[in-house]
């Protein structure tokens, strides 16, 4: 058994300022912690195959899934399901981090839309 953390974590960048870490990254499975200066988003975009749980650890995350937009504060979640479309973004006033859990991994399973 291993301890994960940021710090043995691979880590990335995305949007050019929004942080990611790939806290478990199997085929199977994939848990990332993430964070979101204020006022960053990603792109619309679908899942093939992953069903993904959106679960917010600090902050508030605004996430739209099918044109419904809802707001998740510290510990609330929201399930994304296979070819839902959705898009994440922060309109608070502060950072967000939150945890992106998807089943199987997203690794080549992102299509914009």
């Not at 058994?1 to 940021?6: E, L």
Request: net charge negative; charged share 25%; glycine share 8%.
């Amino acid at each position: 058994m291993s301890v994960r953390n940021r710090a043995n974590s691979e880590h990335y960048v995305w949007a050019e300022v929004c942080d990611g870490w790939r806290i478990l990254d199997e085929q199977d499975l994939s848990v990332i912690e993430e964070r979101m200066p204020l006022g960053t988003s990603e792109v619309r975009h679908i899942h093939g195959r992953a069903n993904q749980l959106f679960y917010v650890l600090q902050g508030v995350l605004t996430i739209e899934v099918d044109g419904d937009c809802v707001q998740l504060l510290s510990g609330e979640a929201c399930n994304v399901r296979p070819g839902q479309k959705h898009k994440a973004r922060n309109v608070s006033s502060e950072p967000v981090s939150f945890l992106v859990i998807s089943a199987p991994t997203t690794r080549g399973d992102r299509h914009k839309c």
